[in-house]
C-alpha cells in the first residue's frame, strides 16, 4: 500500500504519518529522514521529530539524497519525511542545479515501493500562497508539482491534513 500524506507546514502531517505507519502491520518500521540540518532552526525541528518518534518502535535512516539504494528488509513498513525536502536536496546540489531532480526522485521511490510491504511519503504544500517566486524556485516548485501529480496517480490513498485534521482526498478500492 502507497499513502500519500500532504499539508502546509507544521499542519500536524508528519504527526498524522507516524501514526499511520505506527498502525501498520509488519515488524521492521523504517523512518527515512531526507532533512539536512543547516541552522538552529532546522536543527530544533529535527529534533522535535526525533523526540516525538523515539518510544514508537521506528528505525531512523537519516539520508538526503539517492534514497533509491537504500536496503529495505523485505516486508518493511517505510516512510519518507519528505518529498518537498528530499526533491530540493537532489536538485539543488554543490555543484549546482540539477534539472532532472524530479525524474530522479520519482524514480529512487518507484525502487522503494517497490521493496517495501507498505511506503508512506509526506509532503509540503508549497503551492498555497499565492506568491511568485524568483525563476529557480519557481523551477522547484513546478519540479515538486509534477513529482506529485506523478505520486497521486500512483498512490493507493491521498490525504491532505489541516489544523491536524487529516482530509481523505483519494482512496483506492
Not at 529522514?33 to 543547516?38: L, P
Not at 541552522?39 to 538526503?64: A, C, P, W, Y
Not at 517566486?133 to 497521486?152: F, N, P
Request: charged share 30%; aromatic share 8%; glycine share 10%.
Amino acid at each position: 500500500m502507497f499513502i500519500l500524506i500532504s499539508g502546509a507546514a507544521r499542519s500536524g502531517k508528519s504527526s498524522y504519518a507516524e501514526q499511520r505507519l505506527y498502525g501498520m502491520d509488519g515488524s521492521i518500521k523504517l523512518y527515512v529522514a531526507t532533512a539536512e540540518i543547516y541552522d538552529d532552526e532546522m536543527l530544533s525541528r529535527v529534533e522535535l521529530h526525533r523526540q516525538r518518534r523515539q518510544n514508537l518502535g521506528f528505525t531512523t535512516i537519516e539520508r538526503t539524497r539517492g534514497l533509491g539504494g537504500l536496503d529495505i528488509p523485505e516486508g518493511a513498513c517505510v516512510m519518507i519525511e519528505g518529498l518537498a525536502t528530499w526533491t530540493a536536496n537532489e536538485m539543488f546540489r554543490p555543484e549546482g542545479v540539477f534539472m532532472e531532480a524530479g525524474r530522479k526522485v520519482y524514480d529512487d521511490f518507484m525502487r522503494l515501493k517497490g521493496k517495501a510491504e507498505n511506503i508512506i511519503a509526506v509532503a509540503d504544500d508549497i503551492f498555497s500562497d499565492g506568491i511568485t517566486y524568483d525563476d529557480t524556485t519557481e523551477l522547484y516548485r513546478r519540479t515538486l508539482a509534477g513529482l506529485m501529480i506523478k505520486l497521486t496517480r500512483e498512490a493507493d490513498e491521498v490525504i491532505e491534513v489541516f489544523a491536524g485534521i487529516p482530509v481523505s482526498c483519494k482512496v483506492s478500492s
